[in-house]
């Protein structure tokens, strides 16, 4: 470790671009593997497809299983009465929360929704703030749709701020740098110049199709204030594609709820959970990590382990079972809105871009236990690695072996290969 750690540190750009090609050449890798080596070493081939199926088969089992537990803490949460807990504190009170809500070309009726969600919440709402973060670029069409919902909205909530982020240099046009510039112009506002205790104050990233449940922030508040690791952890609700999802042709209605069901597993496994889309933390964490990278394409698992490694470690994703409703991919037409759903997926993917980071970061962390920490990286390199390998391995991989390379078509193993892999 000691060795790539000065390899690092003398060749940065060598290995940031070796760590960039690793992603794309360990998926390729594996998806050709049972091509070219039916013809070399079939039989390696063959428990390489193998294991997959068992791997698969192990992670189809617990995403059930971790799922309908889920379902049944999601039900529990929604039903308790949080905000009589809360005031059980005695400085709940004091809690103030900033909502920042990125903001490119969103159609007005989406982001009044949106709002009028929020309304809804049991907690304050004179303690709830919102920060509605428009892109520059967007123009005169950002300025009638701020000036229509600052008229309606401004007086509901403790503040409803709008701000516009402009293309600055270094920056990459996206969720993050936009993110990063309405919660620092929150920070300035609330904290330096309303002089609100920084100490007691939350921030949420908010996709602007996102719908709270009413009783986010009041079960927020209690996790919030009976954490005595409140400042180095994220709070992550269950995100939920079901807004529009009668709406959406069948392949996306059964991809939305898929993912959906596989969000309510991911939560329910706290030991590999990483803040996604929407998603709360403390103001005092943010502020002190130097809030969302603005170089950077995907915001969210990028944002965790910054916070992960600038703190050596000691941050963590605690669970919040309250469903965020989002929209399915949705567009005008069933061909256009498949092309919507690609585009989505394909922004997920965008976090593979995390990996040289990632990686770097993990080789560089002297003060994390090793196990700490790789088995947080684990989690990334399975997800970016695995997941373009899945559809090929399990598919067709079973089917290569005895169909390219005869003479192992005729062995024990090539025989049973596709039985064992169904």
């Known amino acids: 470790m000691k060795n790539l750690r000065k390899w690092i540190t003398r ?27 039916s013809f070399l070493i079939p039989e390696i081939v063959a428990y390489y497809i193998i294991g997959f199926s068992v791997y698969w088969f192990y992670r189809s089992i617990t995403t059930a299983v971790l799922a309908i537990l889920g379902y049944f803490k999601l039900k529990t949460f929604q039903l308790y009465d949080w905000m009589g807990d809360v005031r059980n504190f005695p400085d709940w009170s004091r809690v103030h929360h900033i909502i920042v809500i990125p903001t490119y070309k969103e159609p007005l009726q989406t982001l009044r929704r949106t709002l009028d969600k929020l309304k809804e919440q049991s907690f304050p709402i004179k303690h709830i703030h919102i920060m509605l973060s428009f892109e520059e670029r967007e123009k005169e069409e950002a300025q009638e749709k701020a000036k229509l919902l600052t008229d309606e909205y401004e007086q509901v909530f403790g503040h ?115 803040n996604f889309s929407t998603y709360t933390a403390s103001l005092k964490m943010i502020d002190a990590i130097g809030y969302w990278d603005t170089d950077v394409i995907p915001e969210d698992w990028r944002l965790f382990f910054k916070a992960f490694f600038a703190l050596e470690g000691k941050v963590s994703v605690e669970p919040i079972f309250l469903p965020i409703m989002a929209d399915a991919a949705e567009a005008s037409g069933v061909w256009k809105t498949y092309s919507s759903q690609y585009e989505q997926v394909k922004r997920w993917a ?13 080789v560089m962390a002297e003060s994390i236990p090793f196990w700490e920490k790789t088995i947080r990286v684990l989690r990334v390199l399975e997800d970016h690695f695995l997941w373009p390998v899945n559809w090929f391995a399990i598919t067709i991989g079973a089917l290569l072996p005895p169909l390219l390379n005869q003479n192992f078509s005729r062995t024990m193993i090539g025989k049973t290969l596709p039985h064992w892999s169904l």
């Open 11 to 37: 060749h940065p750009r060598r290995t940031k671009r070796a760590l960039e090609i690793l992603p794309g050449f360990v998926s390729w890798f594996l998806i050709l593997f049972p091509v070219w080596g």
């Open 160 to 274: 409803l701020w709008i701000t516009y982020h402009p293309d600055l240099p270094g920056e990459v046009k996206g969720k993050s740098s936009n993110t990063s510039w309405g919660a620092k112009e929150a920070k300035r506002l609330l904290i330096d110049q309303d002089g609100v205790n920084i100490d007691y104050v939350t921030i949420t990233s908010e996709d602007a199709d996102a719908l709270l449940h009413p009783s986010y922030f009041a079960c927020l508040t209690y996790h919030f204030l009976d954490n005595p690791a409140r400042y180095t952890t994220i709070w992550q609700a269950v995100l939920l594609f079901y807004n529009n999802i009668w709406r959406v042709p069948l392949f996306v209605r059964v991809f939305s709820s898929s993912a959906s069901v596989a969000q309510l597993a991911i939560v329910t496994r706290r030991d590999r959970l990483i």
């Open 350 to 362: 965008w976090g593979v871009s995390d990996t040289p980071y990632v990686i770097s970061r993990w």
